[in-house]
T-cell receptor, first 114, second 113 residues
Framework: DGGITQSPKYLFRKEGQNVTLSCEQN?????MYWYRQDPGQGLRLIYY???????QKGDIAEGYSVSREKKESFPLTVTSAQKNPTAFYLC?????????????FGSGTRLTVV | QQQVKQSPQSLIVQKGGISIINCAYE??????FPWYQQFPGKGPALLIA?????SEKKEGRFTISFNKSAKQFSLHIMDSQPGDSATYFC????????????FGKGTKLSVIP
C-alpha cells in the first residue's frame, strides 16, 4: 500500500538535545511538508520541499532543520534552539501534478520534552 | 496573516442533526478548496474538495457549498453521527503553479447521541 510512514510515533527529548523525526513516502510524490500542530493553533508549516536537494522555510522554521537527499525521505530535526518543541508533528506529501488527491498525511509523531 | 478563516472553533451537534462549518478567504488566486478530517492521534485525511467553478459538491452525507463572490465555502454534514466526531480543517491552494495548501485553524466537532 502506498502511503507516508512517520516514526517514531512518540518521542521524548531532553533539554538541549537534538532529535530527528523520520518521514518516508512511497507515493512517488515530488513535494513533501512538515507541519506542527498545537491545540487551537491548527496546522503550521515548518518546512517544505518541492524537489530533491531543495527546501524552503515555512512560517515557523526557527529551531528546525530538514534535508531532502532522496525523493522518498524528508527528515525533520528539532534542534536545541527550538525552545518549545512539545507538539504533534505531521509530515505530508503531494504530487506536482496538481492536487488531484490533495495532501497525504502521515500518522504523526508526538514529541514531548522531559 | 491568516489567509483562511475557519469557524466555529468547536461545535456540538445532536445525532441526526446537520453540522455546518464555515471558511472564508481573501486570496482570489486560490483555486482548490479541500476539507480534511482528523481523528485524535491520527493525521488528517482528505474528505472532500471543490474547485471555484462549482457551487456545490456532494459526497454521501458530506457537501461543500462554495460562494465565489463572497469568498466563502462551507462543509455540511447531514445526519451527523457520533463517528463523525473529529477535527475538521478547511484549506485552500494557491493558483496555477502552486501546490501548497493554506489551512484554517480547525473545528472540533462533537456529535452527541
Amino acid at each position: 500500500d502506498g502511503g507516508i510512514t512517520q516514526s517514531p510515533k512518540y518521542l521524548f527529548r531532553k533539554e538541549g538535545q537534538n532529535v530527528t523525526l523520520s518521514c518516508e513516502q512511497n507515493l512517488n510524490h515530488d513535494a513533501m511538508y512538515w507541519y506542527r500542530q498545537d491545540p487551537g493553533q491548527g496546522l503550521r508549516l515548518i518546512y517544505y520541499s518541492q524537489i530533491v536537494n531543495d527546501f524552503q522555510k515555512g512560517d515557523i522554521a526557527e529551531g528546525y532543520s530538514v534535508s531532502r537527499e532522496k525523493k522518498e525521505s524528508f527528515p525533520l530535526t528539532v534542534t536545541s534552539a527550538q525552545k518549545n518543541p512539545t507538539a504533534f508533528y505531521l509530515c505530508a506529501s503531494s504530487s506536482s501534478q496538481g492536487l488531484k488527491n490533495g495532501y497525504t498525511f502521515g500518522s504523526g509523531t508526538r514529541l514531548t520534552v522531559v | 496573516q491568516q489567509q483562511v478563516k475557519q469557524s466555529p472553533q468547536s461545535l456540538i451537534v445532536q445525532k441526526g442533526g446537520i453540522s455546518i462549518i464555515n471558511c472564508a478567504y481573501e486570496n482570489t488566486a486560490f483555486d482548490y478548496f479541500p476539507w480534511y478530517q482528523q481523528f485524535p492521534g491520527k493525521g488528517p485525511a482528505l474528505l472532500i474538495a471543490i474547485r471555484p467553478d462549482v457551487s456545490e459538491k456532494k459526497e454521501g452525507r458530506f457537501t461543500i457549498s462554495f460562494n465565489k463572490s463572497a469568498k466563502q465555502f462551507s462543509l455540511h454534514i447531514m445526519d451527523s453521527q457520533p463517528g463523525d466526531s473529529a477535527t475538521y480543517f478547511c484549506a485552500a491552494k494557491g493558483g496555477a503553479g502552486s501546490y501548497q495548501l493554506t489551512f484554517g485553524k480547525g473545528t472540533k466537532l462533537s456529535v452527541i447521541p
